[in-house]
């Protein structure tokens, strides 16, 4: 899944190490746009989007951000035209197949998050499989949120809460933010210090709704194909240069 760029391989000069985040978030958004302007089918637009988010990981990875969040494919994605959503499936299932090995070699742990039995069987072959054969690897966390929404997670966590609270397993006194937090698909990784949204949409789409919550957001109106270092280092140095006070002066 990561593909090599011969451009700003080091981390560039005017940021600070520091200062990363050390968890990104993206909201992929522009692909179809991206395509009709080139006079090409949607379709060209994903497969390019594939290439962006190949080097935005290799990007992370180069210059030691810890953890990448995508957003792929969104709960209400399923209302999009039939041919477009079979098409994304498809190539989601060819990707993971494709890159599994290097992704092993670049110890690229990934991850997937949402509600993942409503894909296609073939799919979620593969998504365990590459879950189970990364989940040791330490350099970079890479989680792909698929069929995701932000409310639906919250609803399955006060599910599963109020299942235990009936079962006398916990008491309500006990649900506090920690608590709920580990019912979240997104347990593992923590929140995202910044979310980086392309197309110029200004709204986060059902997107990690919990986890947001004191998130910075760049919002940029380059399409996602054409996201790529140059912009992934705008975007890093917007954030350095803001002062997150967590609602403290």
């Given at each position: 899944?990561?593909?090599?760029?011969?451009?700003?391989?080091?981390?560039?000069?005017?940021?600070?190490?520091?200062?990363?985040?050390?968890?990104v978030?993206?909201?992929?958004?522009?692909?179809?746009?991206?395509?009709?302007?080139?006079?090409?089918?949607?379709?060209?637009?994903?497969?390019?989007?594939?290439?962006?988010?190949?080097?935005l990981?290799?990007?992370?990875?180069?210059?030691?951000?810890?953890?990448?969040?995508?957003?792929?494919?969104?709960s209400?994605n399923?209302?999009?035209?039939?041919e477009e959503?079979?098409?994304l499936?498809?190539?989601?299932?060819?990707?993971?197949?494709?890159?599994?090995q290097?992704?092993?070699?670049?110890?690229?742990?990934?991850n997937f998050?949402?509600n993942?039995?409503?894909?296609?069987?073939?799919?979620?072959?593969?998504?365990?499989?590459?879950?189970?054969?990364?989940?040791?690897?330490?350099?970079?966390?890479?989680?792909?949120?698929?069929n995701?929404g932000?409310?639906?997670?919250?609803?399955q966590?006060?599910?599963?809460?109020?299942?235990?609270?009936?079962?006398?397993?916990?008491?309500?006194?006990?649900i506090?933010?920690v608590?709920?937090?580990?019912?979240?698909?997104?347990?593992?990784?923590?929140?995202?210090?910044?979310l980086?949204?392309?197309?110029g949409?200004?709204?986060?789409?059902?997107?990690?709704?919990w986890?947001?919550?004191?998130?910075?957001?760049?919002?940029?109106?380059?399409?996602?194909?054409?996201?790529?270092?140059?912009?992934?280092?705008?975007?890093?140095?917007?954030y350095?240069?803001?002062?997150?006070r967590?609602?403290?002066?």
């Open positions: 899944m990561i593909t090599k760029s011969s451009t700003l391989q080091q981390l560039p000069a005017d940021l600070d190490r520091e200062r990363l985040p050390r968890h978030a993206v909201i992929m958004d522009g692909n179809g746009r991206w395509a009709k302007r080139q006079g090409m089918p949607r379709i060209m637009g994903h497969r390019r989007g594939v290439d962006a988010l190949k080097d990981l290799r990007c992370c990875k180069d210059w030691g951000i810890k953890a990448l969040t995508a957003y792929a494919f969104s209400e399923w209302g999009r035209p039939l959503v079979n098409f499936m498809t190539l989601f299932e060819r990707v993971l197949r494709q890159e599994l290097e992704m092993m070699e670049e110890n690229v742990q990934i998050v949402g993942l039995q409503a894909l296609p069987p073939s799919l979620q072959a593969e998504i365990a499989r590459s879950m189970e054969q990364t989940r040791q690897n330490e350099d970079i966390a890479f989680t792909v949120a698929t995701y932000g409310r639906q997670e919250i609803l966590a006060c599910r599963a809460i109020a299942t235990q609270v009936q079962q006398g397993l916990i008491h309500p006194d006990d506090d933010e608590l709920f937090e580990r019912h979240l698909y997104t347990t593992n990784v923590g929140d995202p210090d910044l980086i949204r392309t197309s949409e200004m709204r986060i789409s059902n997107f990690l709704l986890q947001l919550a004191y998130s910075e957001l760049y919002v940029t109106d380059t399409l996602w194909p054409d996201f790529d270092r140059q912009e992934f280092h705008l975007a890093l140095r917007s350095q240069q803001r002062h997150r967590f609602g403290k002066v």
